[in-house]
Structure formats: structure tokens, C-alpha cells
């Protein structure tokens, strides 16, 4: 079955740098667009960014456009999020999504001094 597995959140202070990780299983990586979502504290889940299939064409969400990059390895069967100028405004559990409506379980990501 789908699996998918975020790593790499950690407390971080504002203006500093992460990578996520999202390794995925269970269905064929190198076909499916991919996406990160994050949910603040006391806040919705909102869309991030998104990458196709191959890579060659990413979107982004205002809020962190021109800070954050979505990649992928599609031989790894993993996909990136490196995060930069990291606002406090950032803090959430970051999630990816795969098909099928799956995701993962998260992991944590805390801007703070």
C-alpha cells in the first residue's frame, strides 16, 4: 500500500534553514505529481507547494514563494522541501501528499528563538 514518511523537522530559528524528506513506497513515484501541505497551531491545512512527475515544473504557495523549493529523486523515490529564511510564521507539521488522497504522518517544524 502507499506509504509515505516525512523527515527532518526540528526547532529551528527564525532565518535559519531545513530540508524535509518525504520517502514514498507502495506505487510508481516517477508518474505522480507530488505536494507538501503544512498545518500551523490552530490553523487549517494549507497546500505549500507542488512538483510533477518529472520534476520540471514546481508551483508555490505565496507565502513561501521565493523561500522554499520543492525537488524530488525520483530513483530515491523521495521528495524534498528545503525551507530558508524560516519565518516563526512557518511553524507547523509539515505534511506530503501522495495519490489516492495519502499522507504521511508528518513532521514538525518549530521557527523560534
Known amino acids: 500500500q502507499v506509504q509515505l514518511v516525512e523527515s527532518g523537522g526540528r526547532l529551528v530559528q527564525p532565518g535559519g534553514s531545513l530540508r524535509l524528506s518525504c520517502a514514498a513506497s507502495?506505487?510508481?513515484?516517477?508518474?505522480?505529481?507530488m505536494n507538501w501541505y503544512r498545518q500551523g497551531p490552530g490553523k487549517e491545512r494549507e497546500w505549500v507547494a507542488e512538483?510533477?512527475?518529472?520534476?520540471?515544473?514546481?508551483y508555490y504557495a505565496e507565502s513561501v514563494k521565493g523561500r522554499f523549493a520543492i525537488s524530488r529523486d525520483n530513483v530515491k523515490n523521495t521528495m524534498y522541501l528545503q525551507m530558508n529564511s524560516l519565518k516563526p510564521e512557518d511553524t507547523a507539521v509539515y505534511y506530503c501528499?501522495?495519490?489516492?488522497?495519502?499522507w504521511g504522518q508528518g513532521t514538525q517544524v518549530t521557527v523560534s528563538s
Open positions: 501528499k501522495g495519490p489516492e488522497g495519502s
Open positions: 512538483i510533477t512527475s518529472s520534476g520540471s515544473q514546481t
Open positions: 507502495g506505487f510508481t513515484f516517477k508518474y505522480q505529481t
